[in-house]
Nanobody, 123 residues
Framework: VQLQASGGGLVQAGDSLSLSCAASGRPFQDLNIGWFREARGKEREFIATISRGGGSQWYGDNMKGRFTISRDNAKNTVYLQTHMLKPEDTATYYC?????????????????WGQGTLVTVSS
């Protein structure tokens, strides 16, 4: 499975940004997709994950409300819409995939990872 994250960039506090994760190499509907982020000097943090059909979403602590995950199975793409960004949201954002069913929020439980896209929020 290959994952390609995109959409990062330099924005100002209060802005919104839409990140995308395109997947290939395995039927997309077989994959649960999650988003994580890693700020410099910090551990990788769970943001959200979405079920294979897109009907269920789960969010990390303090993530719901400012982050929205969605997927378009026809385009083999998962999105992460960010709202009201803050300087502390500055990080490299990664998408990850796993097979199976159920909700997982631990990075080690995801088999496949994209290269990450950098989001920088200025104050």
């Amino acid at each position: 499975v290959q994952l390609q994250a995109s959409g990062g960039g330099l924005v100002q506090a209060g802005d919104s940004l839409s990140l995308s994760c395109a997947a290939s190499g395995r039927p997309f509907q077989d994959l649960n997709i999650g988003w994580f982020r890693e700020a410099r000097g910090k551990e990788r943090e769970f943001i959200a994950t979405i079920s294979r059909g897109g009907g269920s979403q789960w969010y990390g602590d303090n993530m719901k409300g400012r982050f929205t995950i969605s997927r378009d199975n026809a385009k083999n793409t998962v999105y992460l819409q960010t709202h009201m960004l803050k300087p502390e949201d500055t990080a490299t954002y990664y998408c990850a995939a796993r097979g199976g069913i159920g909700y997982r929020r631990t990075a080690s439980e995801y088999e496949y990872w994209g290269q990450g896209t950098l989001v920088t929020v200025s104050s």
